[in-house]
Each structure stands twice: as C-alpha cells, then as structure tokens.
C-alpha cells in the first residue's frame, strides 16, 4: 500500500474552521500510500481546524488557493467540518478550483459537510453521495441521491458521513485516486456504484 499513489499529487481545500481529524488522518493516509499532499486554502500562510466542539490545531497552507492551479493536482481533497464548507461555498475562487476537478473527472473524496462545496460546483447532480445526515436534504435538491452508509463511491467520487467513517473513506479514496481520472465523471453519470 505505501506505493499505491507513488508520484500523485493531491489537493486538499479547506478554510478556517475544518474538521480537524477529516483532514489530519486522510492526509496521513494518502501521504502513507505514497501521495504528496498539499493543504491549500484562502488563508495566506496557516488555517486553523476544529476539533469536535472547539478550535483545535494550527495547520500550514502549503499553497494559497489564489496560486492553486487544479491541473497541478490529481485528486481532491474536501474535509468537513460546519464552518470550512460554508466559507469555502461563497468563496467564488473556491467553488471555481472544486469545479475544475467535477468537470475533468478527476477523483474527489468529500468527507461530513464537505459536500457542501461540491453541491455549489455542479458536482452533485446524478451523483450517489452520502453525508453528514443535515446534507441529506441539500444533496437531495442539489440532484444528487442520497443514501446512509459509512462510505459511498461512484464513479471517482467517494462521501462518508462523520469521522467515525474515516478508515472506510481512506480505503476507498486510496483506492479511486489510484484509479485516477473517471471519464464519465464529467457527465455527471452515475457508472460506479456503492462499493
């Protein structure tokens, strides 16, 4: 497994207020498969997580997100967390950056909230997702159907519900952003299916 993602590049986007642990353990994960993952966000030099109920950790930004360029990366990364989707969903640079990975059909591994971002870049629709439970109504409307388990992927995209989900998501995350691009993906096909 510690070369499954050898010579991948990852993007993980978060602002203020991420879940700590959605992306602190996913990032150690792909890192152990062998990814080189970059934490990129609004913030300018460092983002602060959340950790269940009050801020937690300092995180560095590796790349601003006004110096992002999605081409340089292979996979997205999007942890959840209540207040990091919300910001991220208004900020225009952001959803632009999400959008450039739905439409390339470039993998995307969406954790809680994190959903939140993809539902404002197109990213939903026609798609199988899960989410945190609060999402369910906004994915529904969005167009996307929802469903309640611990991991959900379809075709290149892979949504878990909490951080009790974490070792599921990791797995299946590995495992599409090996895979890589999913030419259906940009179509909004459903080809993949809960696995």
């Known amino acids: 497994m510690a070369d499954e993602l050898r010579g991948k590049h990852i993007a993980a986007l978060v602002d203020n207020g991420f879940e700590q642990v959605e992306l602190l353990e996913p990032r150690k994960a792909l890192e152990g498969a062998g990814a080189k993952v970059d934490v990129i966000s609004p913030q300018?030099?460092?983002v602060k997580g959340w950790n269940h109920t009050d801020w937690g950790q300092t995180v560095k930004v590796d790349t601003p997100l006004e110096q992002a360029r999605p081409d340089d990366y292979d996979g997205l990364?999007?942890?959840?967390?209540v207040i990091n989707p919300d910001k991220l969903r208004i900020n225009p640079q952001a959803v632009e950056f999400v959008k450039a990975f739905v439409t390339s059909g470039k993998p995307i591994a969406a954790i809680c909230h994190g959903p939140w971002t993809l539902i404002e870049a197109g990213g939903a629709r026609g798609r199988k997702m899960t989410s945190w439970p609060s999402?369910?109504?906004d994915l529904r409307n969005a167009g996307a159907q929802w469903t309640d388990q611990e991991v959900v992927v379809d075709n290149g995209l892979v949504t878990s519900r909490k951080p009790d989900d974490i070792p599921a998501f990791n797995r299946k995350m590995i495992e599409e952003f090996a895979e890589g691009r999913h030419t259906g993906a940009r179509r909004g096909q459903t080809?993949?299916?809960?696995?």
């Open 44 to 46: 300018k030099s460092e």
């Open 191 to 195: 080809v993949g299916a809960t696995r």
């Open 77 to 81: 990364l999007l942890p959840g967390g």
């Open 135 to 137: 999402l369910q109504s």
